[in-house]
């Protein structure tokens, strides 16, 4: 069974800092895509980034260009969201999904089959 433990949401000023952590259970871990997406009240979940299994190439949605690095350590089973210059409207429940199948380069999350219990984001202005 597949598990995803996100960590490191919390309460953080604008303009702040914050760095997500995405812990799988898996040794199969580095043979996928995994993205990290966000869910405001009464929204969609979004796509925020994605990280390919080996770490070769990576995507962000258009407001997270820049801000949001994403990274990941194989040896660690471990995928990790950088948030910087944090905005209100960045406040959201933060959650890493794993794609449906191995060496799958994918963006769209109904192609992402696991999910952790999320972290939330709060931003302050």
């Known amino acids: 069974q597949v598990q995803l433990v996100e960590s490191g949401g919390g309460l953080v000023q604008a303009g702040g800092s914050l760095r997500l952590s995405c812990a799988a259970s898996?040794?199969?871990?580095?043979?996928?895509?995994i993205g990290w997406f966000r869910q405001a009240p009464g929204k969609e979940r979004e796509f925020v980034a994605a990280?390919?299994?080996?770490?070769?190439?990576?995507d962000y949605a258009e407001s997270m260009k820049g801000r949001f690095p994403i990274s990941r350590d194989n040896a660690k089973n471990t995928v990790y969201l950088q948030m910087n210059s944090l905005k209100p409207e960045d406040t959201a429940v933060y959650y890493c999904?794993?794609?449906?199948?191995?060496?799958?380069?994918?963006?769209?999350?109904?192609?992402?089959?696991?999910w952790g219990q999320g972290t939330q984001v709060t931003v302050s202005s």
């Open positions: 990280i390919r299994w080996s770490g070769g190439n990576t």
């Open positions: 999904g794993r794609a449906n199948s191995p060496y799958y380069w994918t963006t769209k999350t109904f192609d992402y089959d696991y």
């Open positions: 898996v040794r199969t871990f580095s043979m996928y895509t």
